[in-house]
């Protein structure tokens, strides 16, 4: 069992920069592909980034490439989500997500954990 904690999500206004973090914890943690997605009102929840266990590998949806970096500190067990020129559509709630394979993440969205969620907004 995998737990993820979110933090780091706030009001910002648009063109500012966040970073969220995840802390893991549980059995082998580390060893998980972890990724980050989001939720907006009315909207399907949807992949925003992923990195690999060794963080050797990165993806990253459309949208967000170029302003957002996703980084792991696999000695704190946590994963971070840098972003920046933050636009008013980037407004959800972002989720923390832990999956056994890169691809359970990055390509199937279906990874086995998830955290709780934490709320951005970015005010126009």
């Known amino acids: 069992q995998v737990q993820l904690v979110e933090s780091g999500g706030r009001l910002v206004q648009t063109g500012g920069s966040l970073r969220l973090s995840c802390a893991a914890s549980g059995r082998d943690s580390s060893h998980y592909a972890m990724g980050w997605f989001r939720q907006a009102p009315g909207k399907e929840r949807e992949f925003v980034a992923g990195?690999?266990?060794?963080?050797?590998?990165?993806a990253y949806a459309d949208p967000v490439k170029g302003r957002f970096t996703i980084s792991r500190d696999s000695a704190k067990s946590t994963v971070y989500l840098q972003m920046i020129s933050l636009q008013p559509e980037d407004t959800a709630v972002y989720y923390c997500?832990?999956?056994?394979?890169?691809?359970?993440?990055?390509?199937?969205?279906?990874?086995?954990?998830w955290g709780q969620g934490t709320q951005v907004t970015v005010s126009s």
């Open positions: 990195i690999s266990w060794s963080g050797g590998s990165t």
């Open positions: 997500a832990a999956g056994q394979t890169y691809g359970s993440v990055v390509a199937t969205a279906t990874p086995h954990y």
